[in-house]
Structures are given as C-alpha cells and as structure tokens.
C-alpha cells in the first residue's frame, strides 16, 4: 500500500540523485565553500531577484530554524509563532534550548495576524519579561494553508512597525508557491521577510534546506558550526540545490505534489468526508470516522489518527513529488470500500 | 502618600534588621556553611516536620525559581505553569534561558488544576516534543488566591501519576498559610510538594527565600554557584530566617498584611468597587474606573492601572507587615473622596 | 593536481552511493526508525559484540560529539579533553554552546594518559568548580597517533576510579584500527569506552557517524531532536552504514588509505623532511621549507602550511580511500622537483 | 582566634550598616530605580569621571562577572582569561553556562599581558573555532598582584588593536587602588576598561558589587533580570554604596585592610617564611612548612594549605577593614611559638 503518511518517504527525485553521481568524485574543498554551493548560491540570488542576500544551505529542518532563530536574537529576546508552529510544538524545544522564549498565539487555521503581533507586543513591556523580537511564519503552514501577499505585506509591515525580523520557515514551500491561489513569489518572499527558507527534504532532495538572508548576519557560519550544521561535504548541498533549481524541477515537483493531494481531497470529499481545516496544498486533514481508519489501516494504510471526539479522528494526507496518481486512484477506490 | 505598590517597598522588619546588628563582627565561613543558616535550617526542618529535607537559602525570588527548576530537569525536559505564573510572565524568560520550555495552561484565577496537567502531559507524547517533567505553581497565586489542602493533593496524586515534580513557589507564603479560609500548613507543604520556597523577601527580610527540597538534588549547591545564587556572606540569609522564625513573627507579620489587605477590600467593597478576582491575601486587584486612578494619582498615589477596557481599568493593591493601619483608613478616606 | 587537504574532499564509495541509488523509491517511516537502520544498528551490535548497545545514527562529527557529551552531563559538570582535542578548538566551542566546560590538558602526541585525568580531577575538588565527568578522546587522534590496548584499559580504570564517563571521536576510527600497530577491535571499543563513534564521512560515506552507546541513555533521540541532529530520511544513514560494513568495505577502504599516507611519509622522508610527530595512520604532519611549499603551491597543490618558524611550517597530509597511487607517486616527484 | 581566611567573615562596616537602618522604614520603588540608588549612580559618575557611564548595582562577584560578560558576547564569542581568573577556576562554569568558552593563558603572577591575549586571537582564526571578544582581568588578581597603568594602557591598546572588549573584575578593587605601587584611579578604570566592577562585598558591604559600563549595553537590565540579578530592593544596594563612598570610607576601609596584610607579610617573612608571589595587597600566599600550619591549625587557626611538596603548603591569609591590628600581632606571636 502506498503510504501517504508523509512527504519524505521517498530518497530523492532521480535527477537530484543522478547530480551527485555525476559529480561523486570531483574533489573540493569543504563546509559549503567549493564551487557547486557558490553555483547553487547564485542560482537562489538571481531568482529571489536578490543579489545582496547571503545564501546558506542546512540540512534539515529544525536545525534550520533554530538556528537562524538564534543566531538573530540577544539573549532577552523572544519569538512569537502561532501555537500550531512547527517551533512550538514539533521541535522538542530547540528554540528553547537556545535560551529563547516562544510567545505563541492561537490560530485557527495555522496563520499569524498583525493583531495577533500586536497582542503580545503589548503584553511585554518592561524589563520584567522577554522582548519579543522575531515572527515566526510558515508557508505552508502545518495545516496546509498559505499565505497570500496582502498579508504578508501586512505582516512586513507590522513586524517594521515593532522592530521585529520577519522569519518565514519555507519547508513545505515548493507546494506554497504552486497552489492554487498563491499570488507570492520567490522576489516576494526575499522583500518581505528578513529570512526565508526553501526546503529540499520535503520537495525533492535527500536532504537540505536553503536559507536566504537579506537581513545582514556576518557571522552566521560560526553559528552553523557551533551548533553542528555545517555539513563538512557541503558540496552535496550545492549539487543538489542546483539540480532542484534546473529547468523549474523545483517547482514542477511541487505542482505534482498539490495536483495528487487535490485529488485526494476532491476524491474524499465526493465520498462524503471532511476536512478541518481547507488546504491547497499537499498536506490534506480529513475527518475520518474511526472505523473507516481502522479498516484502511487494517487494509495496510499506515495512517495515525489524531483522535476528534469518540467516534472520529483527523487524519492526516501528505503527498509529494513521487506520489504515483495510480496511488491516489487506489486509495480512493479502497476508501470508498471501506465506508 | 501611602504606597500600596508593593509589599517590597520598605526594608525589613525591624526585629530582622536587628538580628544582623547584632551578629555583625561574628566571624563565620562564607557561602552558607556557618551556623546561623545550619540554626536555620534545622528550624525549618522542624516547622516543616521534614527532618531530612535539604534547605537551601536565596537572595531572590526569580534566581530561587529558576535555579530550582533547571537543577530537577533534563535538557529535553519542560515545565508546566499557569499563563500567569510568575515565570511565565515577570522573569524575562528566565526559565527559557536555562534551556527549558515552559508549557503554559489558561487559567481564570491563577490556579493550575490536574485537568490543567493532563491536558499539556497528552499532547506532548513523543520525542519530538518537549517532555513536561515539573508542575510550577504559587502560593498565594499572582493574583492573590490560594490553595487548599484538597487541591493540593489532588495536584500531587496528579503529578505522581504522570511522574512530575511539583514545585510551589511561596514568595508570598506567609500571606498565603495566614489567609482567611487556607487549611494548609508547612508540613503539608514539605509533604505534598517536592520542593517549596518561603519567601522572605516579600514578608519582612531584607532578601531571601527559603528553598526546602525533599526530592534529592545532591549538587543543588553546584548549582546555585554556578548561577550566581550562593551569596558570600550566606550567615545574612541563615541571620534573617532565624529571626522570622522566632516567636511566629514570619506569620505575624503576614497575618497583619492579610488584615490590613480585607480592609482595604472591605473598605473598597462598600464604596461600590469590585474585584477581577476574590483574594484573601495581601493582593487585591480592583476594578476602578480611570477617572478614579487618575484622582487617586493627583493626590500622589502611586497607582499603575492596568487597562482592562475604554473606561476602567485593573489596579492591584498590596499590603506588608509595614503597612500601617491609618495609610489604610486614610487611603479610604481619599478614595471616597475621588468617586 | 590531487589534493591531500582532506578525506572528505571527494564524494562516497561508488558502492555506498550505489546502495543509495537501489534504495531511493522504496517508501519508508522516517527519523531512523526504519528498516535499513534498524538492520545497520544489528550489524554494528554484532560487529562490536555489544548486543545491548545502542546505536544512533547522526550527520556530521560536531554534531555527534555536542550530542553525546550533553546528553551525559548535568549542568554543572564539565569534559576533559587535550588542548588538541577537535570539541577543544575545532568546534567553535560546541560544548561550551550547551553549557559545559571543557577542561584541557597539554599532550605532546594528542593523546590523553590518566595522570593528565587525574591532574584534572584533583584540581576541582569542590562546588565552587566544575566538577570533571566525561573523557573525551579521539582515536585517530587530531595529529594521527592511535591508542593502544593497554593504553585504553588504564584510561577507562581511571575513568571507573573517578567517576567518569569515557567517549572515545571515532571520526577517523577506521584509519585507527586498520594502522600499524592497532591492537584495538570494535569489540574493545565497546567494551572499554561508554559511548565511542564510528565516522562515515571520512571514510567513504557521503555523511554519516554512528554512535555506539553501552551507558544508559534512555532520552538521547530527544536529545538528537532538539539539536536538529535527527535526519528526517535517517534511511539514508541506516543504508550507507549497510553499505559500509559489507564485505569489510570500511576497513579495506581505511587500510588503503593508511597505505597511500604512509608511502607518502616514507617517500618525504626519504626526501630528508622529517615530521612533527611519527603517525602511523591517514594524517601526516610534515615539516616543510616555506620556499618548498610555496613552489608546491605554485604547482597547484591546495596546501596550508601551519608556521613553525621563520623559514619553516607543518604541513598537513590527509589520505582517504579515493586517494589513488597514482596521485602519491605524482605528488613524491613533484615534491622532488620543488625541494 | 582570629581569622584570616577570608575578607568576608564579618557582616558590614558599622557606617554601611547604619545606613540601612536609618532609611530602612523609607518607602521606595523597587529593583535599582529609587533615589538611593540613583544618587549612588552620581556618586560613582562623579568618582570616576565618567558622567555617561552606565552604573549597575548587583549582589555578588559570580553574578557580576558573567551577566557582564554574556551581554556583551555573541553565542560564538569567548573570553580570554588567565588560567587564574576567578571565573576560569571558581565560579562552576559560570561563563560557560551562558554558552561562552573561556580560552586560558598560562600567567605565573596572575596578570595578563598584551602577548598572552595574542597568542590566544592569532589561535583562533576562522568560523571553526571561537571568536575571542573579551579580555578578562581581576585587580587585584587571585594571587593579590596589581596592574600598572602603563600595563593597563598597553592592555587597551591590545584589546582596541583586536576588537576586544576589556573588562576588569574589581572585587578587590579597594585593596588595589590603595596599594603600595598602585598608580590607578577610578577615572584610569573608566577611561581604559569597557566595564569594569567596584567590589563592595569583600570590602565592607554586607553584599554589592558595582558595575561601571562605558559600552553601550542598553538592556543590561533585562540580562540582570533574566539572571536573577536584580534585586527587589535594589535600594539595599544604593544605600550601601552612598555610606561606602562618603568620606573616603571605601578606600580608607582598603587601606586598613592593606596595612594589616602588610604588616602579616612582614612578620612572616622576618621569621623566615617566604612567599609564593610578592603581593602588596590584602591577600598573602605563604610557603609554610607543613608541621607548622598543623601546629597553627592546633592552637584553633582556620588554615587551609594548598600542597605544595611533601613538606610544604601555600596558605592564603587575607585581611579586611575588620582585621583589628591585635590580632595580626597574636598571629605571629602565635607562629612564631609554632616554628
């Protein structure tokens, strides 16, 4: 049975793993500094229509965030991230264990708002409590939804407004940018935020994340190593960012990705099922009564459902650049047997 | 004017002050090894009916609630505390400067309930989330509640169940153990909690707070060292502790705080006000109108109204073992007189 | 021209990124917990004889050590480590970063001998000092040398007299155990040490460092998590690691480039330059006339002469298992070219 | 019998303790901001000529030391100190709790020179290692040797050359600039440091250190605060350094405490014994043969000796301004029966 239950299952898109055949024994020099991650830097500047921004690649993704978090922030200085933030919840207090304080925000569909911002702004104003200096975002958030421009542009200006970096995790960000009512660009996210990311793990690559800073961060490498994020062949990170970026493969994976869950969904929902929060995106979160999932599961689906109320769960549908459309088809098919 | 800001707006009682007078050109060793602190210990020990308790002396109230809580936790490990506790709020992320996230439950009067802890304990299953180790409450709370014995005990089976420590922070104790309505005492607290304070600071020291530990914590000195907390000349904490045990002054002094607090309540009651919160302790936080405040502060009140909507807004009142009947009866006198 | 800077400058083994490419579509569960790490954690507690060990798989070397050694240690303790040690000046004070003081002692060879221990653990007798729990060696060590038997046996007696845990860097182990003069098996390893890594990067993988673990360590993949060491496809560890240790790979590749290092040696030397310390492994220090590097560098040669004196430096030389002969015997001519 | 383990055996000097009783009934705001405070903050501006200075009051020496030296650091930086430095050997690992290593230099008398710290900056040179930023010193030193001023100019120039900040620890301040050879002054400290501190605690204050900053650090308060260094009644600390600084109690304090050292030295060495390090300040390291410390320690003497061969200790004396010059004489008379 095809497993939806994530989307890095797989290893990487063959053309991404053909570039590091093809360059295995080229030597250079390490820790990101050899020519292909110089390419690859590039490559990411000219499509950010950012020639200033300094380019990182990291491997993954709480490492990722954690890092740039801290490497931005005095030791008094604090994040705000809705409480569904992959930050608050999933990291097992990485941000934490950096010394920082996260000042979360309830969200129903995963979304920061300026009045959310400005809510905790207010409630920390003396010397007494944590200073809020960075928003924490992410595009797609971990329920599935996106940004529009307006609100980041409403964002951008609240955080100027407070003297607060605006931080984007863009781990799911190859299926943000292709869904169907994104009006964001690459040139949009380098403006509007002081940081973003662009994920290769979930999109594509073995591993890998881009970061790109327009905010200055002179020593961000001395962060990298201290906290073991420096990858000493760093070329790998290079080779494959360049493959990701070739002929928009980036993106192309991406649109599959969204295209397979949009049939999950269309496909669920024409069975009658739904969904607690709409997403357009690869990530699907659908309820489902308990006997249905135990039927599936029982079929061989590896599905984990977060249990609703005593009859229901929700469970969630992660599709990615490798998910077979005869997959989907099949697991409608074994749905509708189940129901 | 009167100030009700604080109950740390004077020096210390007296009898204490007089207590370091006297002992002065003693000499003793440094860092809490002399007699005085041993004397003193071994009082608490015996109020606490703990004869095996560790007790620790502190300068302050955020040092002794951080360094108690970092020196039980693992680095992957969290707290769990009212969104209104103080180290949720009012000590700059000090907590979160030691590594550790703080888990935060909504809670109407300050008080944390073991529904409260189940539902942190269950959404936090696995190792990709942070692992609530430690329940932090206070009492009196920051808003001037407090706890009985039946929800004490309740809170302890709790945090037994789910393998939590509990600790109370009591830099308000006295007003807490001497408040109408409170049926706990020392021994229950050294019984129930895993670690306690007795906060002196607050109630008539100069500085310190009394930590007493009953969970082993063998290099809880360690540290203390190495934050900064083990003060050189200690025989001013072991001085002090030993005078507010002599002759139930500690309690006195609380029980004259309480009074003169029901007063001001009472007084204010009959004047038409209300309350955010029923307190019997030495905090009460009344609803006043800000045409009201601002009269009060023309007169030379130093008041700091908390906005709570258009026209009113929350200002809190405190009382000490210094404040005197007549600031009392006067400050009623001067209220009428600003409706 | 070859470079000899390092022995990560090329890529993997042809047969680990073979393993990579036949595994790539085959679906599985991430952060470790699949198959194919489960079956290389089998191998390596087989190959070790430690069946109660536990085996982590982690990226890179910094990370590795900074890991394992908070994992162990409580806020107030502190590592022991030579001043040459790579967590003592390699690692943008990595362990410093966690909290821990990292106490050095001088060492001619790199290594440590219990006397050096033991100097460090009288000197911290007391709560006003760190108090010294983790040995932390490397075999190879940070100039080449290894470790013998007996040598490791009276490291860990003192080790077991003190109190201390003993972690032993294998990033370069296999060169270790395949030099000249090793008595040293896995086996020994597991036996003598409490937790000691085997390194992947430097010999033919694309990443990777095993830790083997036969202290408890019940929370360490919390530990991982937050650190950002945990690989979302941790398959591709558990599938190079299967790789590595099939048909001997990783030792026939650490014997082969200990075989081109020590052709190097004995051809310098029998060229007249002599050597900062004798090694018998990957790493060859080399003192060279600045105007013979400078002409070897103008012949293309990527060296970093390390001054020694005003007309001299030390010159480093790293083998690895895509080092070919060929490469040696063109380097020792135009060595004799330059000299 | 008296002694002289420590300057900080007594409580406070009679002048110091009066004026916490005089203004104890005194309402005052809390946390540093009352008007003692900010007249002591005048009162050090004007001592040391430096009318922009930032004046902070916190309780003890650790404390001082590492909140100053955290808010000055990026996680990636370090200190560079003497292996000496109170916060290298006794403070647990205090800097480093912070997250900041502490790179030591070898210095036979306690002082650093310009030479010491480059060897330290030209041994760290790229994102793989620590960057040093901040020169620690102590004056006096551990071992009671003072700085020159041209030493101090020189160490400027140095720290200005490498862009470190220099920070001198002045716990021992009084005894430092009241010294036979001294020629600093307070305004030489505020000239030539970025921060340095004015030790109240071993000179005549129940507790209290003063830290003068001339670097911006605009949220020092919110580093205190998050430490748990900042006092509640912060006026504690305003009080004690007015009555410290009215008529030259503070330097005459130290000159006592000179004197009576001197005067022990002297004795010493005329029925002798000679001395591990000349010092001309309050604390002394005698070689003293062990049957006569044991024969000391008999007559009821607190000696600690620090082994030094099979036949000899050192043993530290240390004098204050509580040292009544009978007990310096009893001492010898009582040494002198012992040799």
Redesign the interface.
């Known amino acids: 049975m ?2 939806f ?2 989307d ?5 898109h ?1 053309k991404v ?1 053909q570039a ?2 093809d ?8 820790y990101g500094l050899d020519n292909y991650c110089e390419q690859a830097r590039q490559v990411i500047r000219s499509l950010t229509q950012a020639p200033q921004a300094d380019v990182h690649f990291l ?6 965030n ?2 740039v978090i ?2 931005l922030l ?3 200085e ?1 994040v705000i991230a809705a409480q569904s933030g992959h930050i608050s ?6 941000v ?7 000042c979360t925000v309830s969200s129903q569909d995963g979304k920061v708002t300026p009045q959310m911002v400005e809510s905790v702004v207010k ?1 920390h104003s003396s ?5 809020p200096k960075l928003l924490y975002i992410s595009d797609t958030t971990e329920v599935g939804t996106i940004y529009t421009k307006a609100e980041l542009e409403a964002l951008r200006r609240c955080c100027d407004e407070h003297g607060l970096y605006l931080f984007l995790d863009g781990a799911r960000l190859g299926s943000a940018l292709t869904a169907p009512g994104n009006d964001l660009t690459l040139p949009d996210l380098a403006r509007l935020t002081h940081a973003f990311s662009i994920g290769g ?2 999109n594509g690559a ?2 890998g994340e881009a970061v790109v800073m327009t905010v200055p961060n002179e ?1 961000f ?3 990298m ?9 760093g ?2 990170l290079g080779v494959q960012f360049l493959a990701l970026f070739q002929n928009d493969l980036y993106f192309d994976m991406a649109r599959h990705a969204n295209e397979m869950a949009l049939r999950l969904r269309d496909g669920m929902a024409a069975l009658g099922l739904s969904f607690s929060v709409p997403s357009p995106s690869n990530q699907q979160f659908v309820i489902m009564p308990n006997q249905v999932s135990q039927r599936l599961i029982a079929k061989g689906y ?1 599905l984990e459902p977060d249990p609703l109320d005593a009859s229901c769960g929700i469970v969630r549908f992660v599709t990615s650049w ?1 998910t077979p459309p005869e997959a989907v088809e099949e697991f409608l098919r074994d749905l509708k047997d189940c129901l």
């Not at 491997?59 to 990722?64: E, N, W």
């Open positions: 095809y497993s239950r994530n890095y299952s797989e290893g990487a063959p793993l590091l055949v360059t295995n024994l080229v030597q250079t020099c390490g491997v993954g993704g709480t490492q990722t954690y890092v801290q490497s005095q030791p008094y604090a919840v999933h990291e097992t207090g990485a934490e264990a950096t010394g920082h304080k996260v409630g010397e007494h409590m944590v200073s793990t979930k073995l591993f020593h490498r001395w962060h190593k201290q906290r073991g994020a420096m990858l000493a062949k070329r790998l590896p490798a």
